[in-house]
């Protein structure tokens, strides 16, 4: 569900500026493009220990600052009837769900794969997307949720970390989506359905290796034509001191990996009030995306929490990324989301 910055990985790159000069073609600061549409994932308050009327709760408070909300399973806890129940749940408070299903595991840099225990017993030791086994039980995974009908469907969150690990297994899974993406299609043709890259590290590779920028696109490039958007997260307070240190091209130096008529869609965006990041540049941050997102064709930006969370092994950046504290008392960027929010409905 969340970046997870790799030891070995930063001791490869060094102290890696991520500002890059902005070209002359991309696109100048201003507003974002009109249509963007705001939303949150559902945590509610008290997690992991949430009760039922703390989850009806996030959904109320959900909808207050947006019309999208986020759900990500991880693949070796996924549990279809809980997954129908928030897409329910979702459209009951009129909002749209965007279903995420990880593959990768969260707390290994996401370069091992997430497997439910019965597929990893079948699969034997040191298991890969290119065993039948596993292929075709993540296809399995992917059918379950395409027949609860949602809207988008990511079949893998971050997964540009798989590459930068672990590259053989990164085409294992590009042609294994790609045959799961004709069975979502098959049983729900209006899924729009894609997978997320993380954007942190995409720039980080483009700043250490600027002559290699077109085979970096192939990263994102091997998926197509199967993808309908598209995806991002974004964490940048471990890399930038403060929101103003983020260069203007911060986001449209995308354009150097996909086309205009690409759909853009920030499935998790954030910045924490605690560990390396402040209240203040929580809403300085949600303050500056507007004109970090001029002329990018994004159709949904999702912040990445609504409430804190108390997970062990996220630390204080993730935990604290929410827009409501733990136990339920909003933020300063609560009210600064919600205000951006109005200003484009």
Known sequence: MRWLVSVALCGWLGAVSIGIAQPADL?????????????????????????????????????????HTVFIYQWKDLNPVVAKLMIEKSRQAGLVPIVGLSPTTLDQDRKELDLPFLVRLLAGPNPSFANPIVREAFKDAARELARLQPPYLCLATEINFLAIHRLPEYLHFASLYKEAYQEVKRISPGTKVFVTFQWEWVRILDAKELDK????????????????????????????????????????????????????????????TSGTGSDAEQVAYIQRLPALLTGINVKVVAWALLHDVGVAAFGADLNTVGLLTRTGERKPGYGTFRAWRDAIR
């Open 27 to 67: 696109p100048a600061s201003g507003g974002p493009t009109p249509g963007v549409r705001l939303g949150t994932a559902i945590t509610p308050k008290n997690f992991p220990a949430s009760s039922m009327t703390d989850i009806d709760e996030a959904f109320q408070l959900a909808k207050g600052i947006g019309d």
């Open 213 to 272: 920028i077109q085979e970096h696109s192939r990263v994102i490039d091997i998926f197509r034509p199967a993808l309908d958007v598209v995806g991002f997260t974004t964490y940048p307070s471990p890399f930038h001191g403060t929101p103003a240190e983020l260069p203007p091209d911060y986001y449209a130096w995308m354009y150097h990996h996909i086309s205009n008529a690409d759909d853009v869609l920030f499935m998790e965006v954030g910045w924490p």
